[in-house]
């Protein structure tokens, strides 16, 4: 949920529109990153609200984390970022010019060869279509 000068500050979280159970696919793990994003862009009336946003937030970020470290291969092997990246383009059919297409043709070379750090709305694109785990792409 974004928020702009247009928007009115929520009065209460919506907790039960995000339940936390375990993550047991990589359909539950896509909703709870989508949950993560739209739960961190909210913004509330009362700052008292923001304590029960950010605690639901933790917790859902501590079970991706959880869900990433055990079913990405990711986490296991030491890989360079690039390295990272060309593995999941492998892993999906993704060539270079289809990874142009997302990223920009004048910055794929320049991520792959190590060159040039993500920006934000790369690591986005990435962890998107790629479905690399964000706290990979930033390096966490």
Known sequence: ???SKNTKKMKKFPISKYPITPITSEDIYMKFCDWSEEISDMEFEDPKEQDSQFA??????TLIQAYETKNFEFNKIKLTLPQIIEQAMEQLNIDKRDLARLLGANRVSEILSGK???SLNQIRTLHRELRIPTNILLGV
């Open 1 to 3: 949920m974004k928020t």
């Open 56 to 61: 639901h937030l933790d917790a859902l970020v």
């Open 116 to 118: 040039r750090q993500l």
